[in-house]
């Protein structure tokens, strides 16, 4: 199978191990992933951003097959037994390939109403091992046990545990194809980092007993460096951005609200079982979670307009036309001191900080009460947070490794210089959300609180 | 308002006319494009297509916006009266969002099965102009018979004639964007031809008594023979791809087979309105109409999947699993004489092709119905067409033109090599469609058709 | 070997057959190539066109290793005996890295003066051959016999035919690179067609009882009816450029006024030795013909301009800072019928238009001694010629084929709509060159040949 | 004028303003530019990187046209005798185009062989400024008293310093240009920030009581701190690269060797005036100094390999074939202690390393030494040094800033959590250079100072 791709090219699964390809992807499971984007509502920032995580998913497959010509090359450094062979390869694929299988539609919402905390990941596991998908099937079809294997390499272990890290650890296929793929969508290009020279990059060391896949030498650090800041960037300026969190708060608005009616017993139109279930704090079933995609999600979101419900109907009205809430930045340890305490992560500001923060969304609150609203579902204090680069503090296999030429392998944090100034520190950007029609009440009542 | 795009990079829309965009996109009808594919079923063969036609509407008024700085670089050329003002680039840049407006999902085969031969075009003007659209209401928000004037120019109707060719003519914002755009996201670079080049390469001449955009110069000939060509090839690659055009044959089965049952009193469930009325040989409202969108007709193929008709119930399931149609290529021209012939355009031989085709048809329906299958549903003899460069006869504004100095203006076909040896000139790629269990029969009925 | 290219990317020379690279880099053959520009005097109209002749040996090369993988990929379909093994492997890739080593600056420039013919390919063959090189030393280092057959090879003779013809032919990897790297050099982006499609689309054929390299199936012909486009637009746009051609003329003005002081025995300063005796019409040595590079070319022109000839100094001068020849096109077959004749390639019309060339030439040169300039040197007819398409009539092994499952190969121009229009068109621009000043008298004198 | 360029695509100089740039082109200093690679010696390691200043000339100028477009957009936060003129749009674009002027080939290297420390820049404005260059005649031709303007811009001096802030400031169209298209051509695409967004982004603002270009707003903080990150990078792995750094040190041994010639009245033949000069102490002439370009020095090195002088004749045969020392990377903070202390810039601590490291080039030299060779001209110890962002320490209108609406401007290291990890910390990359020959004694005699 030939395939063209906006962000790799020509996508070629022909090899013996890519016949897994074919049966998955003729799976009811897979397909569905086309009916779930990428990015949930970051379309409504960047318009461009309509991709799919079936076209991701095809993306970190394509992209394994790209490692797997890595392995080969570097391949003499490793003890036969640890080769990759062509179970690992199909192995390794079909995870690849799966490994967003359990995502939903603005999914990691879904999971805060779900009781007991399911992450898509244990979907993925669950939609992978339950023998009544076409999934299961299509897996046990290609190789007895397979289906097992691979929702354990979902979990991180394998026999060949390298190959279980790159589907899923701090550097793997599936970070590598959605950092290139959401840059390019969205048209912002922060995280387009060299592929090519990361893949070349790469050779095998030993770290605490274990093999594992490291950067080969000095000349291997900028794609690693840069697929860390890409990172962070499109952090930033995608995942982060304060339009697509506001748009997740009226999502979690609308989920609040329309669980608080099925509790009382006036449960809305349409309501996909899935959430009906999640509402009740009843188990979801596998086959209710999987009716769930943007389709059935922004269909029912659209009924809800009309419902008699005058909150649900007005949330349900604001997403369509793209109504949100205002965002207001809050202090930040820069604004604190711009002289030079920031990035000290000085416990105790921080503390204080996250003080006023509380103190923000608790007046704002009391703003949006006076107006006759529904304050818990209008009024959220949101604060982003991302880690560019963190590293086990001791050293193990999980971390990354820099392998330097008659010299013990060293922590990619002390061979890069921009990691390692990088290393641990955290950035957090703070907001107040709230209606637009609140905005000037809100700013007085937080006079005292805000930066000059 | 500044967006990125992953086609155009930074698009800004930030002048005075430019407020117009606004307003507009905050329609129900103008959001509603997002929920359309912008290249329907193509996704199902280049996973990257999956782009809207929001994205595309926002892409066509940004050229626009690039047009009007060139149209401001070369105004001296005009008299005052013809030289763009706020008004004509307001209107225009309205058109250009909305020019696209009328779609619906798969819109082509939806048109098929409408009364009355409805194109998507005048969905479009209906819905610009119905007082009852929020679209309307934002126009005369903006300026008082607005609606009427962005509706004609639509149609070709406008003071400034040369600026409705640009939002509908043989070179206009439309395909100025759908050909970067479908060649971007399908990952198939043919269509990507020089945006800058061609703006900078316009010019205006006067032909039959008519301002006309046209090429300045010898040297404006590559990037329009480049965007005339790059069709081409979207065209035989993309749009008239076989596996797009064989999961055309299955909704074109679908709708035919929901037709029937809703004529005979067996309407399938979760039936659109639009597509009831339309079975029914009724007017279809453009409330119902409008209601369409990619979710509405999925969710309902997929409900139809459950269905008690088993024919209906057969299409639905074949198409969520991508079971499309099996393709053979018919005899053309090229291999009836392939020393010479080729490109006669001789009626009589085409007409002998026509013929032979129409055989191959009927021999293979023959075929299925003794199989047990609706042999009208399941085969169908599929012509594609294509004329990469057509130019009037006449001498007419209709036409492009070259602007030699010193010398009356040439026809473009003319001035360039290429696309004189291609003018008028027409490609047709015949197939026959049928379910791939029948492959072996009809290629023994039509052994003697099929070249050797 | 790992480098990094602007068109490639990642250019990796890590196999066994690349260990060729090594050594054949470091001669002082391949080294003199970084000293000529590939464009010669491109940059001067396309200030990014800077590259070197060495670049471009590497972009070669490194088609070549691509071209191996898809070979590779390929063979099971060719008889054991003619299948890519390691001597091929090698004398392919050297071949490839060494096919432009007889370029000097400006080289069909420098063929026009030598006696006897020599083209640039009898330079490369005997800087090869001779064992005096450090390439010869390097080749036979490497493989005895070796710099034989990679000469023969370079000549079309091989026991793998179809790697000769790779090296060099219709479709071979130096048009391959140079097409991408010149678009992508001169900004031009014409030329850029698609690369690895290209090479996907390669298969093995047997025509006229040889194996051929050949398109694979209909979806094989975009990427090379794109490729021979791209090739006509280069042609149109940059290699026929009218201002490199106009500094050509200045080139030609000068070798050939320091021929005539050669003879006269006024030898201009500086003159390098393979001018003087290609002058005096002697045979030039490889070793004098190797010391000619841009360098040595340039700072000969350079001191010219003080030289006490006049005429060489003034043309000297000219060059140096950029004031060329002024170009008039002349009337083609498009002025002379816009309504249709175009293409129609009737000899008497051609006839009667070189007739006409001719004519503006003589009366163009009457205007010139009348000034009193040397008319011979400063005034041209140019006539720049491109046929985009070509196939033999004969069915032979040169030509290209499509392969087309179940039946016999098919010719390029019989499987493709563009290739067929264009089979064995071409295209003249034909142009006056001359000095500014004499414009007006010019266009005076030739009023009644020019186009309305 | 308009141009095409691989890194900006289309470059168009036809304002009033631009009128400027055709007559500075048309001059011999200008055009002395094209015989000038932008990188030196760097393209012996990336191929491609062969472009010239004057192609970056030419960018830089671009990039100033793409900055007034920004500031007539933000002028009315100006008073009116702050906002770009005519005049200051004429001076700017010259400044631009003209800023690299006085650099000679390798020109640093030649820098530190000149008597007085004379930079680059001096020799831009003595160029500018001395009446009998063209260019000089060509500014007093657009507008009297245009040379001194220009030539003080390019200090820093004008009445509008925004604008000679960005000809030559930390965020200048000098790098704005050069980190893109070196970048381009090294085929390493670090440095490919996002200059559209970045120009977008500014905003003026008032600082220290005068007028700044500045950052505008958070959104703005991505492009600006992906171009000093890329400019990091590109230090790291182009100008800093161990084989060009490598290349320099023979060139350094050609001048010093030369020069020991020169002053022993043994100069080698061939030799540039004005390398002449400088060895013997003297002057350099302006008309010397511009006679160098690659092509002069070139050819020299290339004669030079038939030198009496054993030594010089070895030096440059070694650097015509790319026969370059090699590198040993000697101790770091990083490799010192891995464990936390990097990054600390303790001072006790690196001054440690800094004996280490001149011990590292004794033992080496004696190595040299016993070896019968040059020690000082043949092993060099060589330290690259970047710091990726440098901020001053007091409020000045020399830093960048961050304006931020209903805030005072905030340093952009107080607002960029990258920039403000990284703000004053260097980077030092530590090797020593020497002939291949001498690798394995100096590892035996270096072997305890070494990391293990």
Same mark, same amino acid.
């Given at each position: 199978?030939?395939?063209?791709?906006?962000?790799?090219?020509?996508?070629?699964?022909?090899?013996?191990?890519?016949?897994?390809?074919?049966?998955?992807?003729?799976?009811?499971?897979?397909? !569905?992933?086309?009916?779930?984007?990428?990015?949930?509502?970051?379309?409504?920032?960047?318009?461009?951003?309509?991709?799919?995580?079936?076209?991701?998913?095809?993306?970190?497959?394509?992209?394994?097959?790209?490692?797997?010509?890595?392995?080969?090359?570097?391949?003499?450094?490793?003890?036969?037994?640890?080769?990759?062979?062509?179970?690992?390869?199909?192995?390794?694929?079909?995870?690849? +390939?799966?490994?967003? +299988?359990?995502?939903?539609?603005?999914?990691?919402?879904?999971?805060?109403?779900?009781?007991?905390?399911?992450?898509?990941?244990?979907?993925?596991?669950?939609?992978?091992?339950?023998?009544?998908?076409?999934?299961?099937?299509? #897996?046990?079809? %290609?190789?007895?046990?397979?289906?097992?294997?691979?929702?354990?390499?979902?979990?991180?272990?394998?026999?060949?545990?390298?190959?279980? !890290?790159?589907?899923?650890?701090?550097?793997?296929?599936?970070?590598?194809?959605?950092?290139?793929?959401?840059?390019?969508?969205?048209?912002?290009?922060?995280?387009?980092?060299?592929?090519?020279?990361? +893949?070349?990059?790469?050779?095998?060391?030993?770290?605490?007993?274990?093999?594992?896949?490291?950067?080969?030498?000095?000349?291997?650090?900028?794609?690693?460096?840069?697929?860390?800041?890409?990172?962070?960037?499109?952090?930033?300026?995608?995942?982060?951005?304060?339009?697509?969190?506001?748009?997740?708060?009226?999502?979690?608005?609308?989920?609040?609200?329309?669980?608080?009616?099925?509790?009382?017993?006036?449960?809305?139109?349409?309501?996909?079982?899935?959430?009906?279930?999640?509402?009740?704090?009843?188990?979801?079933?596998?086959?209710?979670?999987?009716?769930?995609?943007?389709?059935?999600? #922004?269909?029912?979101?659209?009924?809800?307009?009309?419902?008699?419900?005058?909150?649900?109907?007005?949330?349900?009205?604001?997403?369509?036309?793209?109504?949100?809430?205002?965002?207001?930045?809050?202090?930040?340890?820069?604004?604190?001191?711009?002289?030079?305490?920031?990035?000290?992560?000085?416990?105790?500001?921080?503390?204080?900080?996250?003080?006023?923060? !509380?103190?923000?969304?608790?007046?704002?609150?009391?703003?949006?009460?006076?107006?006759?609203?529904?304050?818990?579902?209008?009024?959220?204090?949101?604060?982003?947070?991302?880690?560019?680069?963190?590293?086990?503090?001791?050293?193990?296999?999980?971390?990354?490794?820099?392998?330097?030429?008659?010299?013990?392998?060293?922590?990619?944090?002390?061979?890069?210089?921009?990691?390692?100034?990088?290393?641990?520190?955290?950035?957090?950007?703070?907001?107040?959300?709230?209606?637009?029609?609140?905005?000037?009440? %809100?700013?007085?009542?937080?006079?005292?609180? +805000?930066?000059?």
């Amino acid at each position: 199978m030939i395939l063209r791709d906006p962000v790799h090219g020509l996508v070629d699964f022909e090899g013996d191990a890519e016949r897994v390809i074919g049966p998955l992807l003729a799976t009811r499971e897979v397909q !569905r992933l086309r009916r779930i984007r990428q990015l949930g509502l970051t379309s409504l920032v960047f318009p461009g951003a309509e991709h799919s995580r079936f076209a991701h998913a095809v993306g970190a497959a394509h992209v394994m097959t790209r490692l797997f010509s890595r392995l080969r090359a570097i391949e003499n450094a490793l003890p036969i037994e640890h080769r990759l062979d062509a179970e690992g390869m199909r192995d390794a694929l079909a995870a690849a +390939l799966l490994h967003d +299988l359990g995502h939903g539609p603005f999914s990691h919402l879904f999971e805060e109403v779900q009781p007991g905390d399911r992450h898509h990941e244990d979907w993925t596991v669950d939609a992978i091992r339950d023998p009544g998908t076409d999934v299961h099937r299509a #897996l046990e079809g %290609i190789s007895s046990g397979m289906a097992t294997r691979v929702a354990d390499m979902l979990r991180g272990r394998h026999r060949l545990r390298y190959l279980a !890290r790159a589907v899923s650890g701090t550097l793997d296929v599936d970070r590598a194809d959605y950092l290139l793929r959401d840059s390019h969508m969205t048209g912002v290009r922060y995280g387009l980092y060299d592929l090519d020279w990361l +893949l070349r990059a790469l050779g095998f060391g030993e770290v605490a007993g274990e093999w594992v896949l490291a950067v080969e030498g000095r000349k291997g650090l900028p794609p690693i460096e840069s697929f860390f800041l890409g990172r962070h960037f499109m952090y930033q300026q995608v995942y982060h951005h304060k339009a697509t969190r506001a748009a997740e708060a009226l999502i979690r608005g609308l989920f609040a609200r329309a669980g608080e009616l099925v509790r009382e017993g006036r449960a809305p139109e349409r309501l996909p079982p899935a959430l009906a279930s999640a509402a009740q704090g009843a188990t979801v079933s596998l086959g209710d979670y999987l009716d769930l995609d943007d389709a059935a999600l #922004l269909s029912c979101f659209s009924s809800w307009e009309k419902s008699d419900d005058a909150v649900l109907a007005d949330l349900a009205a604001r997403l369509r036309v793209r109504r949100l809430p205002k965002t207001l930045p809050l202090p930040t340890e820069a604004d604190r001191d711009a002289s030079g305490t920031r990035g000290a992560n000085d416990t105790e500001e921080v503390g204080a900080l996250d003080a006023v923060w !509380r103190e923000c969304e608790r007046r704002a609150r009391e703003v949006a009460t006076r107006a006759g609203l529904r304050a818990d579902l209008e009024v959220r204090l949101d604060v982003a947070e991302d880690t560019p680069y963190d590293e086990p503090s001791e050293p193990t296999a999980e971390g990354l490794w820099v392998l330097i030429r008659h010299r013990a392998p060293q922590r990619l944090g002390d061979a890069s210089f921009l990691l390692g100034e990088l290393r641990g520190k955290t950035v957090r950007v703070p907001r107040l959300l709230f209606p637009a029609e609140l905005r000037e009440p %809100i700013l007085s009542a937080l006079e005292d609180l +805000l930066p000059a």
